[in-house]
T-cell receptor, first 113, second 109 residues
Framework: DTGVSQDPRHKITKRGQNVTFRCDPISEHNRLYWYRQTLGQGPEFLTYFQNEAQLEKSRLLSDRFSAERPKGSFSTLEIQRTEQGDSAMYLC???????????FGPGTRLLVL | GENVEQHPSTLSVQEGDSAVIKCTYSDSASNYFPWYKQELGKGPQLIIDIRSNVGEKKDQRIAVTLNKTAKHFSLHITETQPEDSAVYFCAAWAYGMRFGAGTRLTVKP
């Protein structure tokens, strides 16, 4: 049984660089979510997909952030021109169509220097 | 939108004691309330959940209670063990998931 996987687990980058993260959801799950988690806080919703359609984006998702799920399976989250404030754990979760019971991946920890 | 508040932010108990974490929510449309456990360097793991048509749910040493009228729900862990030490998050679902800020539970052997 494979749960949600994320790659890479850790990323260190310099301010101004672009980074891309990948998420592979549980295979039968149609919904895929991206969250951001900063130290001492709970996950904050960024965006979610129903199959390949991106249905909602949070106000937290600035123009520098873009997410895709081209074939309705894995998803990528790209951050352009990274800033130090982007340093956080980026979590991916997936669920069935009801969207309630979400299973999280291990996260990608981003550090922007 | 939904606002979830969680208390306490830190909790320390002796092994074998019980631990209780409380959350309140604001949106009366919320109808699903999961609890997650997060260990250092890992993603949140779903440990128990409850839906709005149920007042209490139990799974071995953990239980969750829900009071819809008062808009609050609680996690109860009995007979705590050192491996229960982690950060616990409550969440409420109403057109999207909103999380509390977390409770760092430490179980002292």
């Amino acid at each position: 049984d494979t749960g949600v996987s994320q790659d890479p687990r850790h990323k260190i980058t310099k301010r101004g660089q672009n980074v891309t993260f990948r998420c592979d959801p549980i295979s039968e799950h149609n919904r895929l979510y991206w969250y951001r988690q900063t130290l001492g806080q709970g996950p904050e919703f960024l965006t979610y997909f129903q199959n390949e359609a991106q249905l909602e984006k949070s106000r937290l998702l600035s123009d520098r952030f873009s997410a895709e799920r081209p074939k309705g399976s894995f998803s990528t989250l790209e951050i352009q021109r990274t800033e130090q404030g982007d340093s956080a754990m980026y979590l991916c979760a997936s669920s069935l169509d009801d969207g309630e019971t979400q299973y999280f991946g291990p996260g990608t920890r981003l550090l922007v220097l | 939108g939904e606002n979830v508040e969680q208390h306490p932010s830190t909790l320390s108990v002796q092994e074998g004691d019980s631990a209780v974490i409380k959350c309140t929510y604001s949106d009366s449309a919320s109808n699903y309330f999961p609890w997650y456990k997060q260990e250092l360097g890992k993603g949140p793991q779903l440990i128990i959940d409850i839906r709005s048509n149920v007042g209490e749910k139990k799974d071995q040493r953990i239980a969750v209670t829900l009071n819809k009228t008062a808009k609050h729900f609680s996690l109860h862990i009995t007979e705590t063990q050192p491996e229960d030490s982690a950060v616990y998050f409550c969440a409420a679902w109403a057109y999207g998931m909103r999380f509390g800020a977390g409770t760092r539970l430490t179980v002292k052997p």
